[in-house]
């Protein structure tokens, strides 16, 4: 099955240590995105690749960084990781030759001790 | 909106009665909306979409309402199941130029009781 594919599910890292989340999919979408999610929040949008584009939102951190080597992976990466950080990350891709729907992946657990 | 809530609301049914689940939007250029599920540890699921051109859309056991008058987007699941418990999210895109990104609203939580 066509599927959007989040690696690892859980990922413990040290303050301050950069972590890299990996996500991959299988729909052959031209749009890849990522989110934040902290407990009883709506996801909240980081950046996002238009195919190559990079787009960031205004307020994404510094310390947040994206990186899309090809139309079927993508990386965030978190540069020096703060208790702050600790939360759910989702990536979601979508296509734009269709309506607006967003398929997510199962997410990856990010815990800063 | 975006939430900064540390608390969700949450409607909670009996097993078997409908529920309805309401959503306000802000932005009356967006053209498309989008209701998600969210259960415990998982991504987003999709449920169902509605254009800003229709005021209903049905899917099984569920029908998306859009009142752009008001603003205001409602989901209704007949014959809720103890399956059903989750979190509901609505998401409207605001049809802005190069973005194609989906707007969340703040979430309800749905409890059902058997």
């Known amino acids: 099955d066509a599927m959007v594919i989040q690696n690892p599910r859980y990922q413990v890292t040290q303050f301050g240590k950069p972590v890299t989340l990996s996500c991959s999919q299988t729909?052959?979408?031209?749009?890849m995105y990522w989110y934040q999610q902290k407990s009883s929040q709506a996801p909240k949008l980081l950046f996002h690749?238009?195919?190559?584009?990079?787009?960031n939102e205004a307020d994404t951190p510094d310390n947040f960084q994206s990186r899309r080597p090809n139309t079927s992976f993508c990386f965030l990466d978190i540069r020096s990781p703060g208790l702050g950080d600790a939360a759910m990350y989702l990536c979601?891709?979508?296509?734009?030759?269709?309506?607006?729907?967003?398929?997510f992946g199962p997410g990856t657990r990010l815990t800063v001790t | 909106g975006e939430s900064v809530g540390l608390h969700l609301p949450t409607l909670s049914v009996q097993e078997g009665d409908n529920s309805i689940i309401n959503c306000a939007y802000s932005?009356?250029?967006?053209?498309?909306f989008i209701w998600y599920k969210q259960e415990s540890g998982k991504g987003p699921q999709f449920i169902i979409d509605?254009?800003?051109?229709?005021d209903k859309r049905q899917g099984q056991r569920v029908t998306v309402l859009l009142n752009k008058t008001v603003k205001h987007l409602s989901l209704q699941i007949a014959a809720t199941q103890p399956g059903d418990s989750a979190v509901y999210f609505c998401?409207?895109?605001?049809?802005?130029?190069?973005?194609?990104?989906?707007?969340f609203g703040s979430g309800t939580r749905l409890q059902v009781q058997p």
């Open positions: 979601a891709t979508s296509s734009d030759s269709g309506n607006y729907e967003q398929y």
């Open positions: 729909l052959n979408h031209n749009v």
């Open positions: 690749y238009y195919d190559k584009d990079f787009n």
């Open positions: 932005n009356s250029a967006s053209d498309y």
């Open positions: 509605i254009r800003s051109n229709m």
């Open positions: 998401a409207e895109n605001r049809s802005v130029p190069g973005r194609r990104a989906l707007t």
